[in-house]
């Protein structure tokens, strides 16, 4: 299985200041014919579930705030907020669903300085 | 309003059974994949099952495959996971989530979640 790995697990940012988590997949997941890669970022607040923010890596899910940004290709991605809120406070998951079973990341925790 | 709601979940001993449920409304179930995905108390998101969107086709992760069975009413708008031999391991909250048409592809509907408690 493709083991996806995040960094840092937590981190505590400054509000209207950058927020930026990493992932790191084991295997590419950019798929040649397509060359889309198939990674996908969450948000989950506590008592919540899962709410998906960005697919294709870089493609925002409709009434996202356009803050939120991802990049990256092959195996390295970034999610990147470029102005943290209050609300932003979250654990996000990096999820890859090309090769194989789909996996997560291990989730990185965001608070406010 | 496109939703999924899961129900069924709760306090079982170790080796028993349940039957997870997950109801949509607001969209056309047989046009989805379907998947569940799990999470353990203060953990991460572990995904378990998937299945087509006419039920002909199915996975299961590793720690699941044998006990766990996926299946779909769509007529029902319905899909539902029977888990048997239940572990302590199992104990967690399991969502439904819809793919899209494709068996590859980010789940963009979750439901709030059912618990599942095995102890004895």
């Known amino acids: 299985d493709t083991v996806m790995t995040q960094s840092p697990d937590s981190l505590a940012v400054s509000l209207g200041e950058r927020a930026t988590i990493n992932c790191k997949s084991s295997q590419s997941v950019l798929h040649s014919s397509s060359n889309r890669n198939y990674l996908a970022w969450y948000q989950q607040k506590p008592g919540q579930p899962p709410k998906l923010l960005i697919y294709?890596?870089?493609t925002r899910e409709s009434g996202v705030p356009d803050r939120f940004s991802g990049s990256g290709s092959g195996t390295d991605f970034t999610l990147t907020i470029s102005s943290l809120q209050a609300e932003d406070v979250a654990v996000y998951y990096c999820?890859?669903?090309?090769?194989?079973?789909?996996?997560f990341g291990q989730g990185t925790r965001l608070e406010i300085k | 309003e496109v939703q999924l709601v899961e129900s069924g979940g709760g306090l079982v001993q170790p080796g028993g059974s349940l039957r997870l449920s997950c109801a949509a409304s607001?969209?056309?179930?047989?046009?989805?994949?379907m998947h569940w995905v799990r999470q353990a108390p203060g953990t991460g998101l572990v995904w378990v099952s998937r299945i087509n969107t006419d039920g002909s086709s199915t996975m299961y992760a590793d720690s699941v495959k044998g006990r766990f069975i996926i299946s779909r009413d769509n007529a029902r708008n319905t899909l539902s996971l029977q888990i048997n031999s239940l572990r302590v391991e199992d104990t967690a909250v399991y969502y439904c989530a819809r793919g899209s048409n494709a068996e590859e592809d980010a789940y963009d509907i979750w439901g709030q979640g059912t618990m599942v408690t095995v102890s004895s």
């Open positions: 999820q890859q669903y090309y090769r194989g079973p789909s996996t």
């Open positions: 294709w890596a870089s």
């Open positions: 607001g969209f056309t179930l047989s046009n989805y994949w």
